[in-house]
């Protein structure tokens, strides 16, 4: 009998009653998780909020003044509070979001309507190659072409448009060369030949080097966007002192990104818990991005909704399809943190607050490391601040093997056995039968829907060869 099924019989009695609900969870988000029904309990999007808006578009510009680079909508002064995301919506624009930005043009009218329907505007991305010999091969630059033109005609006017993005990071993997620069270049000249209206950017991962050859082939860019994580605070000091003297805003930025994070010493990152995120989010939105609204036009969370990356939880912040759930998707404390820095105010209800979680005492970086079926201690410390009910969701996965770059698709493995829920913030297990590196994640549940979490890696017997550790690895994509 394998060591999962005799946690799963030695739980049995705490399980047996969620069981159902897990099924029937599942059934239900297969039919609500594309839309925002459910997140707060509030209405589903109504038919009229995804057809195409008629309303007259609204001028956006980005002037320079004393007080520096400012960007107008409408008239008005605009400062981008945005996420990066096509989902939950509402829930965005209630904590006091007004932008969404996207990393392609597929389905862009059906984004556009909604973001429109809540108030929202959307910076809306053209997918550029990474791949440096596309910029030399005429058909590719034909077909983004006609791409570029279909766009144009059909989302030009859209009310909720803000403005475009050419290409996300094609610095990351060697497409940033003089000729794809020169290239994105015409590409800035024709949107703004048919669309004086709406500005145009392309986005980078921090880099000095690509902000001077943007600068340099690329000059007819209204703005540069930037992605950063925890390289967010060196990121004024970076542009003031590069040959590019625009306006930028920060188009992706979060906690520190798992290519930047401490390690285990089998080479596997180590996560933030979820209240050290809101730290994070708190300080950085604050230091990084108002501190420097003079030169800064806003900026882009990542990531408005969940994916699987090194964890299902290291982005994410909503969490879906756990059981116990009585949602599509739980609202992590990140949100939380995001409202406040928007609005100025907490919602009226928020997250558990997790702190730290250990393994036989152990901490995540300490090396946690057993032989196939030894007994172990799992604990989490948390908190409500409303005092709600808590609920510990726990559940242990095998390491991912196949890792992605740049924010491609990453398979997330299948956890080892059914999720096990308790009222209590402690859990007796057993390591599994076979070798290799493992992570146990903790779910702490409030009874308004939202979620603490905090993950601890773990290695049995022999390890898997590490994760070689890269300089950089942004998250990109949503």
């Given at each position: 009998?394998?060591?999962?099924?005799?946690?799963?019989?030695?739980h049995?009695?705490?399980?047996?009653?969620?069981?159902m609900?897990?099924?029937?969870?599942?059934?239900?988000?297969?039919?609500?998780?594309?839309?925002d029904?459910?997140?707060?309990?509030?209405?589903?999007?109504?038919?009229?909020e995804?057809?195409?808006?008629?309303?007259?578009?609204?001028?956006?510009?980005i002037?320079a003044?004393?007080?520096g680079?400012?960007?107008?909508?409408g008239?008005?002064?605009?400062?981008?509070?945005?996420?990066g995301g096509?989902?939950?919506?509402?829930?965005a624009?209630?904590a006091?979001a007004n932008?969404?930005?996207?990393?392609?043009a597929?389905?862009?009218?059906?984004?556009?309507?909604?973001?429109?329907?809540?108030?929202?505007t959307?910076?809306?991305?053209i997918?550029?190659?990474?791949?440096a010999s596309?910029?030399?091969?005429?058909d590719?630059?034909r077909?983004?072409?006609?791409?570029?033109q279909?766009?144009?005609?059909?989302?030009?006017?859209?009310?909720a448009?803000?403005?475009?993005a050419?290409?996300?990071?094609?610095?990351l993997?060697g497409?940033?060369?003089p000729?794809a620069?020169?290239?994105?270049?015409?590409?800035?000249r024709?949107?703004?030949?048919?669309d004086?209206?709406?500005?145009?950017?392309t986005?980078?991962?921090?880099d000095?080097?690509?902000?001077?050859?943007?600068?340099?082939?690329?000059?007819?860019?209204d703005?540069?966007?930037?992605?950063a994580?925890g390289?967010?605070?060196?990121?004024?000091?970076?542009?003031?002192?590069?040959?590019?003297k625009?306006?930028?805003?920060v188009?992706?930025?979060?906690?520190?990104?798992?290519?930047e994070?401490?390690r285990?010493v089998?080479?596997?990152?180590?996560?933030p818990t979820?209240?050290?995120?809101?730290?994070?989010?708190?300080q950085r939105?604050?230091q990084?991005?108002?501190a420097n609204?003079d030169?800064?036009?806003?900026?882009?969370?990542?990531?408005?909704g969940?994916?699987?990356?090194?964890t299902?939880?290291?982005?994410?912040?909503?969490?879906?399809?756990?059981?116990g759930?009585?949602r599509?998707a739980?609202?992590?404390?990140?949100?939380?943190?995001m409202?406040?820095?928007w609005?100025?105010?907490?919602?009226?209800?928020?997250a558990?607050?997790v702190?730290?979680?250990?393994?036989?005492?152990q901490?995540?970086?300490g090396?946690?490391?057993?032989t196939?079926?030894?007994?172990?201690?799992?604990?989490?410390?948390?908190?409500d601040?409303e005092?709600?009910g808590?609920r510990?969701?726990?559940?242990?996965?095998?390491?991912?093997?196949?890792l992605?770059?740049?924010?491609?698709y990453?398979?997330q493995?299948?956890?080892?056995?059914?999720?096990i829920?308790e009222d209590i913030g402690?859990?007796?297990?057993?390591a599994?039968d076979?070798?290799?590196?493992y992570?146990?994640f903790?779910?702490?549940l409030?009874?308004?829907?939202?979620?603490?979490?905090?993950n601890v890696?773990?290695?049995?017997?022999?390890?898997?060869p590490?994760?070689?550790?890269a300089?950089?690895?942004?998250?990109?994509?949503g």
């Amino acid at each position: 009998m394998t060591t999962t099924r005799r946690l799963l019989l030695k739980h049995q009695q705490l399980t047996l009653l969620i069981g159902m609900a897990v099924l029937w969870l599942c059934g239900w988000h297969s039919l609500c998780s594309a839309s925002d029904a459910g997140v707060m309990n509030t209405p589903p999007t109504t038919v009229a909020e995804t057809q195409p808006a008629t309303t007259a578009p609204a001028a956006v510009s980005i002037q320079a003044g004393d007080q520096g680079f400012r960007l107008y909508r409408g008239g008005q002064p605009y400062f981008i509070k945005g996420v990066g995301g096509r989902r939950y919506l509402q829930m965005a624009a209630q904590a006091g979001a007004n932008s969404v930005r996207t990393w392609g043009a597929h389905d862009a009218g059906d984004l556009l309507g909604r973001a429109h329907g809540y108030g929202m505007t959307v910076t809306l991305g053209i997918w550029l190659s990474h791949t440096a010999s596309d910029y030399l091969d005429p058909d590719y630059r034909r077909r983004i072409i006609d791409e570029i033109q279909q766009s144009l005609d059909q989302y030009k006017n859209h009310p909720a448009l803000l403005m475009w993005a050419l290409g996300n990071e094609i610095n990351l993997e060697g497409a940033g060369t003089p000729e794809a620069w020169q290239f994105v270049d015409e590409l800035a000249r024709l949107i703004k030949a048919q669309d004086p209206h709406h500005p145009v950017i392309t986005v980078i991962s921090f880099d000095d080097v690509t902000a001077d050859r943007v600068a340099a082939y690329a000059p007819h860019l209204d703005a540069l966007g930037i992605n950063a994580y925890g390289t967010l605070s060196k990121v004024r000091a970076m542009i003031d002192a590069s040959r590019f003297k625009g306006p930028y805003l920060v188009t992706e930025w979060g906690v520190d990104g798992h290519w930047e994070a401490e390690r285990t010493v089998w080479g596997r990152p180590i996560e933030p818990t979820s209240q050290q995120k809101v730290d994070f989010h708190l300080q950085r939105y604050a230091q990084g991005i108002l501190a420097n609204s003079d030169r800064c036009i806003g900026s882009y969370v990542f990531l408005w909704g969940q994916k699987q990356e090194r964890t299902p939880t290291w982005y994410s912040m909503f969490i879906e399809q756990l059981p116990g759930l009585d949602r599509p998707a739980a609202a992590c404390a990140t949100v939380d943190a995001m409202q406040y820095s928007w609005s100025g105010g907490w919602p009226t209800n928020r997250a558990p607050e997790v702190g730290r979680m250990t393994i036989d005492d152990q901490f995540a970086g300490g090396g946690v490391t057993f032989t196939p079926g030894q007994p172990f201690v799992a604990s989490v410390e948390a908190v409500d601040p409303e005092n709600d009910g808590l609920r510990f969701v726990w559940q242990m996965m095998a390491e991912p093997i196949t890792l992605s770059t740049g924010g491609a698709y990453e398979p997330q493995p299948e956890a080892l056995g059914d999720m096990i829920a308790e009222d209590i913030g402690k859990l007796h297990l057993t390591a599994p039968d076979n070798a290799g590196e493992y992570r146990l994640f903790v779910y702490v549940l409030d009874t308004d829907g939202r979620v603490g979490t905090a993950n601890v890696p773990f290695q049995v017997g022999l390890s898997l060869p590490p994760e070689p550790a890269a300089a950089t690895s942004p998250a990109s994509g949503g």
